[in-house]
């Protein structure tokens, strides 16, 4: 899944990042043996490549969050 980098998720705060990226961290830290979530945000200021990735893994991570969303029971008010 590639995101478009003109078109990318935009948490509306800190605290919704931190859970954006806690939905993904271990996965992307599996995926990739010697190297960590954490590095490659840093290497994000410098790095056009982790740019890329780190927009797509938040992309990934949006996703889970709207699939978490849409599978909570909803409660309707009578």
């Not at 190297?35 to 797509?56: A, H, I, N, P, V």
């Not at 938040?58 to 699939?67: H, I, P, S, T, V």
């Amino acid at each position: 899944m590639l995101s478009n980098p003109h078109d990318f998720i935009r948490p509306a705060d800190e605290a919704e990042r931190a859970y954006l990226e806690s939905l993904v961290q271990v996965d992307y830290d599996r995926n990739h043996p010697g190297k960590t979530f954490d590095d490659m945000k840093r290497r994000c200021s410098f790095s056009r490549e982790d740019q890329g990735l780190y927009r797509d893994w938040l992309a990934a991570a949006a996703m889970r969050a709207e699939g978490a969303r849409a599978s909570e029971p909803t409660s309707i008010a009578a």
